[in-house]
């Protein structure tokens, strides 16, 4: 008589749910894992502990700072933010300042009447629903007026620590140029960016990129000749192979962006 074969936990496990037994696909770049460390490495030396220039107290004029920089420079919200934060810097203040009163301090920024709309809902929203305190989580960030993915982004890892990853215009260019994590949107960016990215740099690596895209590798005219990887970059675009000399950058030249 034949005896059946009995079939292995694992094997039972695979059939049941064949996924399972795939591989991740591979993600699309063009640098292997040792030149993607090596870069971080290089960005982590010119800014060991890089900042965002957006101006905030608390977690609440952070959100509503990152929420006015939509299709604006970090510049120009801060010059306008300066004073509005010194009089509304918490729901409640910004309820009891009012739209039409918002409006007269956001005026310089772009969208300012939608923004101002915007503002004055999340902050309503988050007395009515969140106790008037920011939430942690993108889940319930994305939920209030304004609040797309990428500003529950800047937000969670800027206010709460939470490494992710935000893909802004630089970061979005950056990832293309440089064939780093090529996608056609944001969000695909974003997945491919956290999926290639070394875990020990990840927190940091948002505005390593963000200002590497500001102050190096900028839209129109990238100055190759001040890049830290110009030797490691595979962009078709570079017109420079020796990388800039490698050492952190003063603490000035943070905030000096014109705008771009």
């Not at 496990?13 to 290089?42: G, H």
């Not at 590497?212 to 590798?217: A, F």
């Amino acid at each position: 008589m034949t005896v059946a074969k009995k079939r292995s936990s694992t094997q039972t496990l695979k059939k049941s749910n064949p996924a399972s037994a795939r591989k991740p696909a591979r993600v699309k770049t063009a640098y292997s894992k040792d030149e993607l460390t090596e870069i971080f490495r290089r960005f982590s030396i010119q800014r060991p502990e890089p900042k965002g220039e957006l101006e905030h107290t608390n977690p609440f004029t952070l959100l509503v700072a990152v929420a006015l920089s939509a299709q604006a420079t970090d510049v120009g919200v801060n010059r306008a933010t300066r004073a509005l934060f010194k009089v509304a810097d918490t729901p409640e203040k910004m309820l009891a300042l009012g739209e039409e009163e918002l409006i007269g301090y956001i005026k310089t920024i772009g969208l300012y009447r939608n923004k101002a709309k915007n503002v004055i809902a999340l902050s309503q929203m988050l007395i009515d629903n969140f106790g008037g305190e920011v939430p942690k989580t993108r889940e319930e960030l994305v939920t209030l007026p304004g609040v797309g993915r990428k500003t529950a982004n800047v937000v969670m890892s800027m206010a709460f620590g939470v490494p992710t990853l935000a893909v802004d215009t630089h970061v979005f260019r950056i990832a293309n140029r440089l064939c780093l994590a090529p996608g056609k949107t944001p969000d695909e960016v974003e997945d491919r960016l956290i999926r290639i990215i070394p875990e020990q740099y990840l927190f940091h690596a948002h505005h390593w990129l963000i200002l590497h895209g500001r102050y190096c590798c900028k839209a129109r005219k990238p100055e190759c000749e001040r890049c830290v990887i110009a030797d490691i970059c595979k962009s078709p675009e570079k017109t420079f192979d020796i990388p800039a000399p490698l050492v952190e950058l003063p603490a000035q030249l943070f905030g000096a962006a014109s705008g771009e």
